[in-house]
């Protein structure tokens, strides 16, 4: 099907709407994106019609339940390429899973004096995890740098992975800068010294796709909440081997094999991962997104996001004491800037009176702040749902906003 750009926002009930009498233009999906219709009416028909706990029921509804929940996870697992539904393990979000990993990849294999290479454009949920297991084990955090650019200094790599690093976790693209990562240049220089390596993929997965095997990466994570489907649902996509020798992170119903009070033997891949009464509905209704990605044309939202990212960048540069932070060569639709002067809430603040939702501070990325020296940023993020005259809207916006703050 052609991408119709009328059709795509005719999917999107919530786009339609006016705030404080303006035309909504929503330019925050970098923090979650918004739900076609097919989703909220399936997340609908499974509450209204099908709920039902999962795995341990022999009735009609909870059979019918777990066969679509595993559907959802082949749906996942076809979506990243993985090579089998053992490796695709559904959590909370990608914090969810960056916290799984970092503790039970950490129990597994990380002890006193190892290190953990992350890079410093990391949002804090790729942060903190490892930081509370370096503390826990008495491991050291070690960090990639970026350039003036927002693109990783790689030529500091090699020197960086030692016979200590244990594992490399590292963002595909940047929240706050914009930044693709080279990640298979990364994960060939990691592999090469036996050292894995997880990705964080919360702001790739909904811009082009991704392909586990092709990267070849160990751990990849993201948040069905960014990739249009519901909140409090997520993936960790692990290799089967790595799974298999980590032990669980909690403990629960249906991670278990079985149960005494002396003893208890877990549940074979991904269950072991699963403890608990699943977020079934979560996790169908990001296939359901997924689904809808596809019949929408993954390649087709990349081409039509490289001519929105292109616009994007020529109307801000257009405009006089506006500032961006990040212009990596390859670059997601994440836009961060600064106005001359101007402080970031007074921007946001006037955006949303127009009508137009940005989101303005850290974006949970403190260090990139602290790398140029700034309280924060106004960020502008958008999808393929987002058009060229909502940009149009924004830079109008922002010289509003100059000529009313300067
Ligand atoms: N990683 C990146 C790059 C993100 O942008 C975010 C959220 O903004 C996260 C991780 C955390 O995602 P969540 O809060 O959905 O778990």
Not at 222 to 238: A, D, M, N, R
């Amino acid at each position: 099907m052609a991408f119709s750009i009328d059709r795509i926002r005719n999917d999107f009930p919530i786009l339609h709407q006016k705030v404080y009498n303006k035309p909504l233009v929503y330019l925050d999906n970098g923090a979650t994106t918004h739900k076609p219709a097919v989703v909220i009416e399936t997340i609908k028909e499974l509450q209204e019609s099908h709920n039902s706990s999962i795995h341990r029921g022999i009735h009609f509804l909870s059979e019918q339940m777990t066969s679509r929940y595993e559907a959802a996870r082949e749906t996942v697992r076809a979506f990243l390429n993985a090579s089998s539904t053992s490796e695709v393990i559904f959590t909370s979000g990608a914090t969810g899973s960056i916290n799984a990993v970092a503790f039970s990849f950490g129990e597994r294999y990380v002890k006193a004096g190892d290190e953990i290479l992350i890079s410093e454009m990391e949002h804090h949920s790729n942060i903190v995890p490892w930081q509370m297991l370096c503390q826990r084990k008495g491991a050291k955090l070690k960090i990639i740098p970026f350039d003036h650019n927002g693109e990783l200094l790689l030529d500091q790599l090699d020197a960086l992975l030692t016979e200590q690093t244990k594992l490399v976790a590292l963002t595909h693209a940047s929240n706050s800068l914009g930044t693709i990562n080279p990640v298979k240049e990364v994960i060939r220089r990691a592999h090469a010294r036996n050292i894995p390596v997880m990705l964080d993929g919360a702001q790739m997965v909904q811009h082009g796709k991704v392909d586990v095997k092709e990267l070849d990466c160990d751990f990849y994570v993201f948040s069905s909440h960014k990739i249009f489907g519901p909140t409090g649902s997520g993936v960790l996509y692990g290799k089967e081997s790595l799974l298999e020798e980590m032990p669980p992170y909690q403990g629960g119903g249906d991670m278990v094999d079985q149960v005494t009070f002396e003893d208890t033997s877990y549940n074979t891949l991904p269950f072991k991962f699963e403890a608990g009464t699943a977020n079934y509905i979560g996790a169908i209704g990001l296939a359901t997104a997924i689904d809808y990605l596809k019949q929408v044309g993954i390649s087709e939202i990349g081409l039509y996001e490289k001519e929105l990212i292109d616009y994007t960048k020529q109307k801000l540069g257009d405009i006089e004491g506006l500032i961006i932070y990040g212009n990596a060569k390859k670059r997601i639709s994440v836009f961060s800037f600064l106005l001359d002067n101007i402080h970031t809430y007074d921007a946001g603040m006037i955006l949303d009176k127009m009508g137009i939702a940005v989101r303005t501070g850290t974006h949970c990325t403190q260090p990139v702040m602290d790398h140029f020296g700034i309280s924060g940023t106004i960020r502008a993020s958008l999808v393929f749902y987002n058009t060229r005259e909502e940009v149009d809207r924004l830079a109008e916006g922002i010289e509003q906003t100059i000529k009313m703050l300067s």
